[in-house]
């Protein structure tokens, strides 16, 4: 079950939104929350899709507690090094920084005065978010744009499918975690609460952890560090919304 999204009282999701109930939206809070993602390996015991559906639920949290509707989730991941693995799909940022750009326009156009980019797959920032954000303010864009990566909020955890990213996941979307698969085999290797480790290498192959980078999720991820983890992230974006100059 989804935390946020399964218990709306009203729908914040642009494209299950009609013109009314978007136009009631717009006027109460002039903001649109858009999430970004990719579709890479987060582990045996997590989905593909991980960093934009993260994203996606951490936003309609956001929109749910102050208003502002929340885009659809953007796949398109760039950079980042699972380029190789299965089911790992990265698209060059040139495009990305075009078509992003051109979404602020739009935003702009139709009324917003405020955007939030949340990239769930971190190396988006830098490779495309970041020089969206500057192109569409050098054209004369004029709504306040936020573009950040959750770990950037205080009191935020970030990493790449392990005790951060997985307790986002079984605070936002336990569904989609399978914590059996993730203990199945050898549990006599347990790194401690702060050691952060790279399983990416070839020597992990068939580890629980292979392809994973942070602390081990096996002992430490949880629902309660992602609620932590989640409710700093949004209290930092609501009090950009509420303060940003429209």
């Not at 639920?57 to 507690?65: R, T, W």
């Not at 190789?84 to 040139?94: G, N, R």
Request: hydrophobic residues 40%.
């Amino acid at each position: 079950m989804a935390h946020y999204s399964d218990h709306l009282t009203t729908e914040v999701r642009l494209e299950r939104m009609r013109p009314e109930a978007i136009a009631a939206a717009k006027a109460q809070q002039p903001s649109i929350y858009v999430p970004f993602g990719s579709i890479e390996w987060h582990g045996y015991h997590n989905p593909v899709g991980l960093d934009a559906v993260k994203a996606h639920e951490q936003l309609v949290g956001l929109a749910s507690h102050i208003g502002g509707v929340v885009y659809p989730p953007v796949y398109f991941g760039a950079g980042g090094g699972h380029t190789d693995w299965p089911s790992s799909f990265m698209i060059s940022p040139e495009p990305m920084t075009r078509i992003v750009t051109e979404l602020l326009h739009g935003f702009e156009r139709d009324g917003y005065r405020k955007a939030v980019l949340l990239s769930g797959h971190y190396p988006n920032r830098t490779e495309y978010l970041d020089a969206a954000r500057g192109a569409y303010l050098a054209a004369g864009g004029t709504m306040a744009v936020m573009v950040l990566v959750e770990n950037e909020a205080p009191g935020a955890s970030g990493d790449h499918a392990a005790k951060a990213e997985t307790s986002y996941m079984l605070y936002l979307l336990p569904e989609l975690v399978d914590m059996d698969r993730l203990r199945a085999g050898r549990q006599d290797d347990l790194g401690g609460p702060d050691e952060s480790v790279n399983w990416m290498g070839s020597e992990y192959a068939g580890h629980p952890n292979y392809g994973l980078v942070g602390i081990d999720p096996r002992a430490y991820a949880s629902e309660e560090v992602g609620r932590i983890s989640t409710e700093a992230l949004l209290s930092f974006l609501a009090a950009w919304v509420k303060s940003a100059e429209s």
